[in-house]
């Protein structure tokens, strides 16, 4: 329904009706001009030929040295997804199962759905502020586990994980010989420490992007740091099918690389002074919360609610949010993304509070 909800909205937009968009992640936030500005020079330079589908060395050698690993451990993509999805392709082709928390981005069961392999969940709740239950986690693990999705910070809760529950998560990966596909995309601009899946001494997977970091959604890239064999699969693949990112978008995210402190301190500022809006305004309300430790979401609930019947009937009012039923097990939570300037996102809250109590 996450996707229904979003055509309906584009669909009322284009008859002339305001819709203040809460019920995506696509930072409101223009694309930084530095960033914008070498892309266009990258083109007139003639940068927009074919070329290698594991991408340009040159960003390659610079996400090296940040991550501190090998260029041969990275592969670019199309986005963090396409990432996701041709690891969760390679490693779950054959069959097996997949251990993800939840709440989750829907992409993961989806992705899972697709290749007809069993997705197990892991429900967290707000009562214990999403944190994972390890006993219960690693009850769901069996012969036939290939692959467990982390997703830290979490998406649709905005919750950094507790890094004893990662320690306790990698251990038991480790003991049972199960990969950890590691989706950080909102780990660089959290307000909090986040510690990575890297800051261990395995073989796990890290996926993010440049989308969210750099406000670079549309621009279509991601990247992949795995052992050098998952990497030279997924290079493989990308060659027989989009070929390589244009070199032009790898251009610019090197720029973008390049002033990187500045632009994250920026986008973190704003997130950050968004979040004590939204808490400030929804704390007024009935409903419960768990305040954000990053970008870009709030995941609130309310005992009873028909998220989708309520995310309907908001949309008509001019606001779009996500049903919780859309990560999980979810019906009484809804997603609302701080992806709106100011002025709207406070009007659009007080509208949400309003419709609850109608």
């Known amino acids: 329904m996450l996707y229904e909800i979003n055509e309906k909205a584009i669909q009322l937009q284009n008859q002339g009706k305001k819709i203040t968009k809460l019920n995506i992640g696509d930072p409101d936030l223009a694309t930084p001009p530095e960033i914008v500005e070498a892309a266009c020079e990258a083109i007139k ?3 927009t030929k074919y070329s290698s589908g594991f991408g340009e060395q ?17 592969v670019i993509t199309p986005g963090s997804k396409w990432g996701i999805f041709s690891t969760m392709y390679l490693l779950l082709k054959d069959g097996g199962n997949v251990v ?10 989806l992705i899972a759905k697709t290749l ?25 693990i069996d012969n036939d586990t290939r692959l467990i999705i ?15 529950i990662v320690d306790g998560i990698v251990k038991i990966a480790t003991d049972r010989k199960v990969l950890i596909l590691s989706d950080e995309v909102y780990s660089k601009i959290s307000f909090v420490k986040t510690k990575s899946i890297l800051d261990y001494d395995n073989n796990n997977i890290l996926i993010t992007g440049f989308s969210k970091m750099f406000t670079m959604t549309g621009w279509r890239i991601g990247y ?36 990187r402190n500045k632009l994250t301190n920026e986008i973190r500022e ?4 968004r979040a004590k809006i939204a808490s400030e305004i929804l704390s007024n309300s009935k409903l419960e919360f ?13 005992e009873g609610l028909d998220s989708e019947k309520f995310s309907m009937k908001i949309l008509d009012k001019g606001v779009a949010v996500a049903p919780g039923t859309s990560f999980g097990d979810y019906r009484d939570h809804f997603r609302i993304s701080l992806t709106a300037p100011e002025v709207d996102l406070r009007a659009a809250l007080l509208k949400i509070c309003e419709a609850l109590d109608e």
């Open 45 to 47: 330079k003639g940068r």
């Open 100 to 109: 993800i928390p939840t709440p989750y981005w829907t992409a993961y069961g």
């Open 270 to 273: 704003v997130y950050c002074n």
């Open 224 to 259: 992949v740091i795995a052992n050098r064999e998952l990497i030279n699969k997924i290079g493989k693949l990308n060659q027989i099918t989009f070929s390589n990112v244009p070199v032009f978008i790898q251009d610019a995210a090197l720029k973008a690389l390049e002033i």
């Open 290 to 302: 768990s305040k954000p430790d990053a970008p870009f979401y709030i995941f609130p609930k309310r």
């Open 116 to 140: 007809g392999v069993e997705a197990r969940f892991c429900k967290t709740e707000l009562d214990s502020n999403w944190q994972v239950d390890l006993q219960t986690f690693e009850e769901l």
């Open 150 to 164: 982390l997703n830290n910070p979490c998406n649709p809760t905005s919750k950094v994980m507790d890094e004893k």
């Open 58 to 74: 040159t960003l390659r050698n610079e996400l090296g040295k940040i991550h501190g690993v090998s260029a041969d451990n990275i």
